[in-house]
C-alpha cells in the first residue's frame, strides 16, 4: 500500500464512522498569529476547542499539509540527517469536538492499524503520560490501550516532555498517547525489539507513527512569562498520524525518503544532477534536502507565501536557499534547477492537492526569481564570512601551522597551557616536530609549507619559543584548543541567520583560516547555543495571542441570545424586539437619555463587521425613544450588538423598535465591497495567479485591498485593472448570490477569502455567470455591477515583505476625484495659457525655465557676494594682514549653505595662503564657515576658531583643522563674533 492508497484508505475509514471530511486548511495560518506555519491537523480547529466557535459536525478527519520550521516546532536543523524529519510532512488526523473521547479514539487507532492495515501488535508501543505536579498520570489510556488488547509491558509512561502536547506557548492542550512502530527485522527478539528505543534520543530503529491527543486544558498567560491551564468546556480528541511514516511501515522500508511520497523526488534530482543516490553519501544527504525543501516550497508559494526577510516570508527563504545551496554546493548545477524540482513536487502532489495544480506557473516563476538572487546573496554572505574571519586571520595567522587536536587532548592541552611552571619547561624544550603525531599528511604539508615561509624548522622553533611566552598568544592556543572564541562564534551565527551562509560552509572556511579541525558536533553544540541567543533576543516571528472574547458575550450566547439578520433583502425593520442590552459589561434592563449600550434586537438590517465590510449605522425608533446606532458588530457567531446612543427617551428590554438602517452609507459600502471583488479578480487576471486576499477594509468612502505580490505595480498594470473591472461596471451583469456546501462551492471554482471561517453551508457570490468572479462571502452587493457606477484606484504601496496594498473609490467618490481633477487641470491650463494636450509640454519647460533661472540666480549670488568681498581691494581681496597671515572676516547675504562653501572655497584660492571666515543671516540666526589654507593648518585650526567665536551669538560649532562650521541665535552681535576672530588667529600664531 503506498503514501496515497493510504491516505484515502485513511479518510475513507473515518468517513464511515460519522467524521466530517475536511480539506487541509493552506500552511500559513491566518487567524492564528501564535504560531509562523500551520503546525498541526488541529491548527484550524483551535476555536472549536477552545469553545469559540461552533460547527455543525462534532467529529472530522482530514490530510493536513503542515510546516515545521519556526517557533517551538522546528524540524528544519534535522532534514536529511535523520529517516523522519522533514520541514513539510502530511498530517492524518481525526478528532471530536465534545463528542468522543479517549475510549473511541484509541479503539479507532487500534482497530485501523491491527484490523484494517494488519500490522503487528508485536511491533507496537504505546506511551502514556506519566504525570506531575500540575496534571496527574493518565492510568485510563493506560486501562483503555489493555482493554483494546495492548500488552501491558509495551504500555509505557513518559513525562510531559513526550507526552503532553502543546501547539503553542498557549492554546489548547492535554495529555497523549503514542503509537510507535518497531521497523527491525527481528520483532520476536527482546534485545533489538525493547522498550528503551521508544522515544530514544538516537536511532530510527522504532519510531512514533500516531499521536492521540486528549485536549482537556488550554493554557493561558496570565502575566508575562507565568501561565496557567485552565479546563476546555468540553474534552475533545486530536490525533496525528503522520502519512510519511505511516508510508514507511507500509512500503516496508527504513526511511521517509525511500517511500513513493518521496523517494520520486529524489530520483529526479539524481537525474537531473547525473549522480546515483546513495544514502550514506554527501550527495544523498543533498538530494534529501533538496526534496524536503521543495515540498516546502511548493506548498508554501501556493498558499501565498513568498520568499522574503520576516517571519514565515523570511523562513522560508531560508529553506529554499539552504536547498539551492546544496544543490549548486554538493550535487554541481551550476543552473537553475530548483524550479524543475518543484515543478515535479506539483506533478506528484496535484491530484491530493488541486491548488498546487492551479499555482503551477507562479511557483515555477517565484522559485526561479529567488535562485537567481541567492546567487548574488551567497556571494555576498561569502564575502561577509571573508571579512570575519580576516581580521580573526590577522590575529591568529601566527598559529595556522596545521595542527589537529584531538577531542581527548582539548582539556590537558588547556591546563597544560594554563599552568606558567609547565609551560615554562615547555618553551625551553619546544620541538615544533612534537607535533607530527597529531597530523594527518595533508596537515603534514601544510606545516612543511609554513616551515619554508619561516626558513627551517629551527626559526620556526625559535619563533614558537617567543610566542609561547606571549600571554596573549597563549591564550589564544588555549581558547582555539577548546573551541573558536565566543565573539566570533557570535559573529558567525549573525552571518548565517542573515545571509544564510549554511553552517558546514561556515566551519569549513574557519578550518582553511585557523588551521584547526573542530568536530561537527563540538563546533554546532557552540554555534547553537549562540544561535539561541540570538534568536531569544529577536522579535522576528513573534506574535501576541488573539484577545479573548469577552465573557459577557458568551453568557448571551450560552443563554440563546440571537439575532436574525434580513440585511441581504431590507434596510429596514419594523417591530424588532430587544432582547437584550449591555453596559459596561454587564447586562442591564434598560438605556436612558444620553446613555450608550449595546443593544441586540431579535431581528436587524444592521450588518455587522466581517470580512472587511464595516458595520452599519442607522437608527432604532419607536413612539417615544430615538436611539442612533453608531456601528454594528458580531463577537460570537450569531449576536449581532448595536453600539447605540439614545439621543431621545429611554429602550428597554421588549420594547419594539423600528431598525433603520442609514441606506446612503449601506449603498456605498455595496458599492465598495462588490467592486473589492472586481478588482481581486483584475489583480489575478493582469497579474497572476498567485495574488491571493491578504485583508481588506470595505467602508462608504473607500475600499482597501491587500494582496500577495512581489513588486510595485506599473503605470500600464494599474491601467489595466481598472480597465479590467469598469469594463465588468460596464456589463451590468447581475450579482447573483447562492447558498452551497462548502464542497459544491469549491468544486465550483468558487474562492475563499482570507480571513474567513466557513460553516458546511456557504454564500456564494457570482458575478454575472461567475466566469469573471466567483467568491465565497458574506457581505452585502450591489443588485448589479452598473450600480457601482465607476472605479479608480488611487495608491499601491507595500506594507509587508510580499504584500502589498491598494486603495480605490467608486460611485460618487470616483466622480468626485474626476471632477476635482478636471478642475486642477482647468486651472493649471489658464496658469500656464497652453491647451489641454500640451500640457506636460508647458509644465515640462516651466520645470527648465526654474531650473536655468536658478542656475543664473545662484551665479548672480555668487558674483554678487565676491564683488561685495572684493570690491575695495585691488588686488581681488581685502584681506586684513595677521602676523604676517591674510585674514578675510565678512558678512554675506544671499546665499545658501552650499553657495557659503562655495564662496569660501574662491575666496580661498585667491588668497593662495590665509583665513576665511564668513557669516550669513537668516531668520533670526547666524551660521558661520571658517577655511583655512593647507600650509598653515599646523599653527591654525578653523575648528578652534569656530568654538570661539560661535558662543559670541549664542551658539557652538566645531570641524576639521581646514573647515569648521557653527552659528547662533543673536544676530545683533554678529559683527563682534567676527572682529573676535582677527584675535583668535593672532592668538594662535604668536
Not at 374 to 403: I, P
Amino acid at each position: 500500500m503506498n503514501g496515497n492508497e493510504i491516505r484515502h484508505k485513511f479518510l475513507e475509514y473515518f468517513h464511515k464512522r460519522g467524521h466530517k471530511i475536511v480539506h487541509s486548511s493552506p500552511v500559513y495560518p491566518p487567524n492564528d498569529p501564535t504560531i509562523l506555519f500551520t503546525n498541526a491537523g488541529m491548527n484550524q480547529f483551535k476555536d472549536v476547542f477552545l469553545g469559540n466557535e461552533k460547527r455543525e459536525y462534532t467529529r472530522a478527519a482530514s490530510s493536513q499539509k503542515c510546516i515545521r520550521a519556526g517557533g517551538k516546532h522546528n524540524d528544519l536543523d534535522e532534514v536529511g540527517k535523520t529517516a523522519r524529519h522533514h520541514t513539510f510532512f502530511e498530517m492524518l488526523g481525526n478528532f471530536s469536538f465534545g463528542d468522543y473521547f479517549k475510549e473511541d479514539a484509541i479503539n479507532f487507532a487500534w482497530d485501523f492499524l491491527v484490523n484494517e492495515l494488519k500490522l503487528d501488535v508485536n511491533r507496537l508501543w504505546f506511551t502514556v503520560f506519566e504525570g506531575d505536579d500540575e496534571v496527574p498520570a493518565d492510568t485510563e489510556a493506560r486501562e483503555l490501550w489493555i482493554k483494546a488488547g495492548a500488552k501491558p509491558e509495551r504500555i509505557l509512561p513518559f513525562g510531559k516532555k513526550d507526552n503532553f502536547w502543546q501547539m503553542a506557548d498557549t492554546g489548547p492542550c492535554g495529555p497523549n498517547s503514542e503509537i510507535n512502530y518497531y521497523l527491525g527485522d527481528e520483532p520476536e527478539n527482546p534485545e533489538k525489539n525493547r522498550a528503551d528505543l521508544v522515544n530514544a534520543e538516537e536511532g530510527d530503529t522504532t519510531m512514533e507513527i500516531w499521536n492521540l491527543v486528549f485536549m482537556q486544558y488550554n493554557r493561558v498567560e496570565t502575566e508575562k512569562g507565568i501561565y496557567k491551564l485552565e479546563p476546555l468546556p468540553a474534552p475533545s480528541v486530536d490525533t496525528g498520524a503522520g502519512l510519511e511514516r505511516m508510508a514507511v511501515v507500509m512500503e516496508g522500508v527504513h526511511s521517509n525518503y525511500e517511500t513513493t511520497l518521496i523517494k520520486p523526488i529524489i530520483e529526479f534530482i539524481a537525474e537531473l544532477a547525473c549522480k546515483k543516490y546513495e544514502y550514506n553519501s554527501q550527495e544523498g544527504f543533498a538530494m534529501r534536502v533538496v526534496a524536503d525543501h521543495a515540498r516546502t516550497a511548493a506548498f508554501s508559494i501556493a498558499d501565498g507565501i513568498l520568499p522574503g526577510n520576516e517571519g514565515r516570508s523570511y523562513v522560508l527563504r531560508k529553506i529554499m536557499r539552504r536547498a539551492i545551496y546544496h544543490g549548486r554546493e554538493h550535487l554541481g548545477f551550476n543552473d537553475l534547477f530548483f524550479y524543475k524540482v518543484c515543478d515535479f513536487v506539483v506533478d506528484r502532489m496535484k491530484d491530493a492537492y488541486p491548488e498546487l495544480e492551479a499555482q503551477r506557473e507562479f511557483i515555477g516563476k517565484m522559485v526561479r526569481l529567488e535562485e537567481e538572487r541567492f546567487g548574488a546573496t551567497m556571494t555576498v554572505g561569502l564575502k561577509k564570512l571573508d571579512e570575519v574571519l580576516s581580521g580573526f586571520e590577522d590575529k591568529y595567522k601566527k598559529l595556522t601551522f596545521g595542527v589537529d587536536i584531538p577531542d581527548k587532548d582539548r582539556e590537558g592541552i588547556k591546563a597544560f597551557m594554563e599552568n606558567p611552571s609547565e609551560m615554562s619547561e615547555a618553551v625551553e624544550n619546544f620541538d615544533i616536530s612534537d607535533f607530527s603525531e597529531f597530523m594527518n599528511p595533508e596537515q603534514q604539508e601544510r606545516m612543511k609549507k609554513s616551515l619554508d615561509k619561516f626558513g627551517g624548522e629551527e626559526k620556526m622553533d625559535k619563533f614558537m619559543k617567543e610566542s609561547l611566552q606571549n600571554d596573549e598568544i597563549r591564550k589564544a592556543i588555549v581558547d582555539l584548543a577548546e573551541s573558536p572564541p565566543p565573539s566570533l562564534i557570535d559573529d558567525l551565527v549573525k552571518l548565517y541567520d542573515t545571509f544564510g551562509t549554511p553552517k558546514d560552509l561556515i566551519r569549513l572556511k574557519l578550518e582553511e583560516k585557523t588551521g584547526f579541525a573542530y568536530p561537527e558536533d563540538f563546533f554546532d553544540e557552540q554555534f547553537n547555543k549562540s544561535l539561541v541567543k540570538l534568536q531569544q533576543t529577536s522579535e522576528i516571528g513573534k506574535s501576541k495571542q488573539k484577545d479573548k472574547i469577552n465573557p459577557i458575550y458568551k453568557d448571551l450566547e450560552n443563554n440563546s441570545i440571537k439575532s436574525n439578520f434580513h440585511g441581504y433583502d431590507a434596510t429596514q425593520i419594523e417591530s424588532a424586539k430587544v432582547v437584550a442590552i449591555v453596559k459596561d459589561d454587564k447586562q442591564i434592563n434598560e438605556l436612558n437619555e444620553d446613555e450608550e449600550g449595546l443593544i441586540v434586537l431579535s431581528d436587524t438590517p444592521f450588518y455587522a463587521e466581517s470580512g472587511g465590510q464595516v458595520g452599519d449605522t442607522g437608527f432604532l425608533t419607536n413612539e417615544t425613544s430615538k436611539i442612533k446606532v453608531q456601528d454594528t458588530f458580531s463577537p460570537v457567531a450569531g449576536l449581532i450588538l448595536h453600539k447605540s446612543n439614545v439621543e431621545k427617551g429611554s429602550i428597554k428590554i421588549g420594547d419594539e423598535v423600528t431598525a433603520t438602517v442609514d441606506a446612503d452609507k449601506r449603498d456605498a459600502t455595496r458599492r465598495n465591497h462588490t467592486a473589492t471583488h472586481l478588482a481581486h479578480a483584475a489583480l489575478r487576471e493582469v497579474l497572476g495567479t498567485h495574488v491571493k486576499q491578504a485583508g481588506s477594509v470595505v467602508a462608504p468612502q473607500f475600499l482597501r485591498f491587500d494582496y500577495t505580490h512581489y513588486q510595485p505595480l506599473s503605470d500600464a498594470e494599474i491601467k489595466d485593472i481598472e480597465d479590467l473591472v469598469n469594463r465588468e461596471i460596464l456589463k451590468n451583469d447581475a450579482v447573483n448570490t447562492n447558498i452551497q456546501a462548502i464542497e459544491e462551492a469549491m468544486q465550483s471554482g468558487a474562492m475563499a477569502l482570507f480571513g474567513e471561517k466557513y460553516g458546511s453551508q456557504v454564500r456564494v457570490l457570482s458575478i454575472g455567470e461567475g466566469t469573471f468572479s466567483k467568491e465565497l462571502c458574506g457581505g452585502t452587493h450591489v443588485r448589479a455591477t452598473g450600480d457601482i457606477g465607476s472605479f479608480k484606484i488611487t495608491s499601491d504601496e507595500s506594507i509587508a515583505s510580499g504584500v502589498r496594498r491598494i486603495r480605490a473609490i467608486t460611485g460618487f467618490d470616483a466622480f468626485n476625484r474626476f471632477r476635482e481633477d478636471e478642475r486642477l487641470i482647468e486651472q493649471s491650463l489658464g496658469f500656464l495659457k497652453t491647451q489641454r494636450d500640451q500640457l506636460p509640454s508647458a509644465i515640462e519647460r516651466l520645470q527648465e525655465e526654474l531650473k536655468r533661472m536658478r542656475r543664473e540666480n545662484d551665479d548672480l549670488k555668487m558674483k554678487i557676494a565676491t564683488g561685495a568681498v572684493s570690491q575695495t581691494s585691488s588686488n581681488g581681496d581685502e584681506a586684513r594682514n595677521v602676523n604676517g597671515v591674510k585674514v578675510v572676516a565678512k558678512i554675506v547675504e544671499g546665499l545658501d549653505k552650499g553657495g557659503m562653501r562655495h564662496l569660501s572655497d574662491t575666496l580661498l584660492a585667491k588668497l593662495k595662503s590665509g583665513v576665511v571666515v564668513l557669516a550669513r543671516t537668516e531668520e533670526d540666526k547666524v551660521s558661520f564657515i571658517v577655511r583655512v589654507s593647507d600650509d598653515l593648518t599646523d599653527r591654525v585650526k578653523a575648528g578652534k576658531i569656530v568654538q570661539e567665536i560661535a558662543p559670541i551669538v549664542g551658539g557652538r560649532g566645531g570641524g576639521k583643522a581646514d573647515m569648521a562650521e557653527g552659528g547662533g541665535t543673536e544676530p545683533t552681535k554678529l559683527n563682534d563674533a567676527l572682529q573676535a576672530s582677527y584675535s583668535v588667529v593672532e592668538q594662535m600664531l604668536g
